[in-house]
């Protein structure tokens, strides 16, 4: 894999164009734009429905300067399936000699949720497509209700922080860890806390063969309720308590791709987000769930490294 | 032309496999599903034997065969797929944006009833969900029409005015399943005749890179709509002009509307699909007997072929129309539609309908001679009568 250069990738021209309708400091565009500057072959992208897709294909615009097909919410991984299918007979009849990259961006409710059997389906017959999951933790498009990416204690309006509930009650599925299973060559999670990890997981997963899966936390400043220049800082957080742990799985073998120094407290990332704040009201503070929040995170990042040192020791 | 030919004993669902085989296209996709499964498997063994160089996809659900169907055509494939029933029902999501992406996909529809409760015979509950998502619907009698219609089905849908997807539906199981003479061109005169795909806009096109599946609100919704009505309005004369042209080589041609000595009958019973050879003999015998009855079989539903059928049906004495799905709470899809095509009829001609046939229900002469008596006794209800149900007594029924 080549060495990325920051400076040179700035000057690429970005496949999205200025002018679409994502929130400002939403993590979404963020994302794209850094897992597209990582590929230098043609790219077809596939968006499942959600804010991404709805805000950069406002007819008779589009924010797309590179093939793009959104068909439904549910069915991004069948879409890429066939394109990149399509593809390759092509290929094969001499109808195109181009070579060209497939990715599909899915949120959190497309992938994790009303999405998932059609990414399971495509990544075990082993298409060559990267699917990239912009992680925002909750259905945006429709205002911020839960999923199952959502974490536990969020206040989503389909799981509200009431008098009687405070936020939901479940832990959010670990798809990164659900798709590793399907033995694909190449799994990775991260956040937007530095571009040249994204830049480099994308680069490394598209010029993987096969399928390849990216998990990317993004904010939602209307969701998480930040501020939208804080974008970098909440992602920061993210990897710092180790909430988000940076990670990949090559072929199989987990490697850590970001050790925070010092691990901050789990509070730290909680209590930036206005979405956290029934945790910290005067008088009624919840500290037994941050605290079994910090519990799980704990559990969590012991079980991780132990895969990781299964490796490396 | 005769060495260009061979006649074998086979079934609708292979003879659908046959012309898949012939045409070779790019992708295949689908999901097994009774009774349209033998057509994807037997696709699957021509590619595991090297007979196509097509790429199957065994895909998960119905619902992921449709949408790789659509980012396959979209992409510049020629592409075919096949389902049934539930799986139809899965797929139905899918259909209208396969439709208003004008992605000609050809689509074996093996007609089966709906659950609950499930029920793996025939009858048309799962294509009839379908007739508003803007795809053409050919009904066809038997393996033969079977076969013909899908080669007539590649040109149509990827003709320049047309681009629209077709279903091509045969009775589960009386036609999937039941083994009759059917006659092949030669895979020569297949690929002449389909040729090679032209995509409009095919989204592999790097170069011209396109958007599909935009975000449109109200200011253009309602166009792009219209423009997918003028496509289907393209359709019958499109047809006319292909189907002359495969007729000039198997010597079968195939109208929007078959019509069994209707021209000069007095008393019509209108029905689609298999069910259309029963009634043909019964015609038959009823001419013998000095009576004038006649069959129109509707091969096309969509788009409805009304200016024919207003032409034949005017001047009748009375006319039935046999449903093999209903509408529950109005009138089924078939009457329905002849209905509306007969209002503009200055000459009234009484229509009864009639649903028979729901979950392969089975359909006699001795059936269709009792409706053509009924009518014959000039006896019509505003209501809708049954055929062939176990309760006698049914008061509907009989009315």
Redesign the interface.
Known sequence: MGKINLKELTKKQNPMTEGHRMCPGCGAPTAVRQALMAIDD???V?GATGCL???T????Y?A?????????F??A???????E??????K??G??E?N?KFIAFGGDGGTYDIGL??L??AL??GHDFTYICYNNQGYMNTGAQRSSATPINANATTSPAGAYMSGKLQRAKNLTEIVAAHNIPYVAQTTLHDPVDLISKVKRAVETPGPAFVNVLVPCPLFWKIKPCDQVKVCKLAADTRFWPVYEVIEGKYVLSYKPLKNLPIEDFLSVQGRYSHLFRKGSERMDLIAQAQADIDTEWRKLLQKTENYTC | MLNNKSKIMTSGNLAFAEAMRQINPDVVAAYPITPSTEIPVKFAEFVADGKVDSEYIAVESEHSAITACVGASVAGGRVMTASSANGVALMHEIFPIASAFRAPIVFGLVNRSLGAPVNIHCDHSDSMPERDSGWIQIYCEDAQEVYDSVLLAVRLAEHKDVLTPVFVCQDGFITSHCYEPVEFLSDEAVRNFVGERTPQLPLLDVDNPVSYGSFTMSEYYFEIKRNQMEGMNNVLRVYGEISKELAVQTGREYQPIDSYRAEDADYLIIIMSSAAGVVKDVVDEMRENGIKAGCLRIRFFRPFPRDELVKIAAGKRGIAVLDRSASIGGTAPLASEVKSALYDLTDHVPVQEYIFGLGGRDFYPADAEKVFRTMIHSDYSSNVRYIGLLDKDDKNGQN
Not at chain 1, 57 to 60: I, K
Not at chain 1, 64 to 72: E, G, L, Q, S, T
Not at chain 1, 77 to 83: F, K, N, P, R, W
Not at chain 1, 85 to 90: D, E, G, I, K, S
Request: no cysteine.
């Open positions: 043609p790219v077809v596939v897709e709805v805000s294909t406002v007819y008779p589009s797309w300067r590179v093939p793009f097909m959104h068909v439904a549910e069915n991984g069948a879409g890429i399936s066939g394109i299918t399509a593809y390759r007979v092509l094969k009849r109808k195109t181009k060209i059997q059609s399971s389906g075990e017959r």
